[in-house]
């Protein structure tokens, strides 16, 4: 049984990226579903698609590489079922110099950090990747 899915769904993707792998399999949720869609706005990855096998729902992730070498630089997992990490939308701005982005789930659903700071809305911080 898996606790935390959008740590192995990141774990996942982090895995795949290091073996150089065109496509990434990951259990199907609607929140990594939300997650990969920001990804690919941002251009973290080139495309998903929800594949169901036998019953059971996948997600096929096409993972993006520039010039040989990952698009991906670090996927981390922020908030942990053991430890809730929650910002305010004053304290939500750029990171990494806006070559990164945070995800965060707000009450407005799953946005960047971009979005939420624009919003006005904080929530508790998912992921982050640059």
Same mark, same amino acid.
């Given at each position: 049984m898996m606790n935390d899915i959008i740590a192995d769904a990141l774990t996942?993707?982090?895995?795949?990226?290091m073996r150089k792998r065109d496509t990434a399999t990951l259990v199907y949720a609607k929140i990594v579903e939300a997650i990969l869609k920001i990804f690919k706005e941002k251009g973290y990855i080139d495309s998903y698609h929800v594949?169901?096998?036998?019953?059971? +729902?996948?997600? %096929?992730?096409n993972l993006k590489y520039e010039n040989n070498k990952p698009v991906i630089n670090?996927?981390?997992?922020?908030? +942990?079922? $053991?430890?809730?990490?929650?910002?305010?939308?004053?304290?939500?701005k750029q990171f990494k110099n806006g070559y990164g982005t945070i995800i965060i789930t707000t009450s +407005? $659903?799953?946005?960047?950090?971009?979005?939420?700071?624009? %919003?006005?809305? $904080?929530?508790?911080?998912l992921c982050t990747i640059w």
């Open positions: 996942r993707i982090r895995n795949a990226n594949v169901e096998e036998a019953g059971k +729902k996948n997600i %096929q992730v670090e996927i981390k997992r922020i908030s +942990k079922s $053991g430890r809730r990490v929650y910002k305010p939308a004053s304290e939500i +407005k $659903g799953v946005l960047s950090n971009d979005e939420a700071h624009h %919003q006005g809305v $904080g929530g508790e911080v």
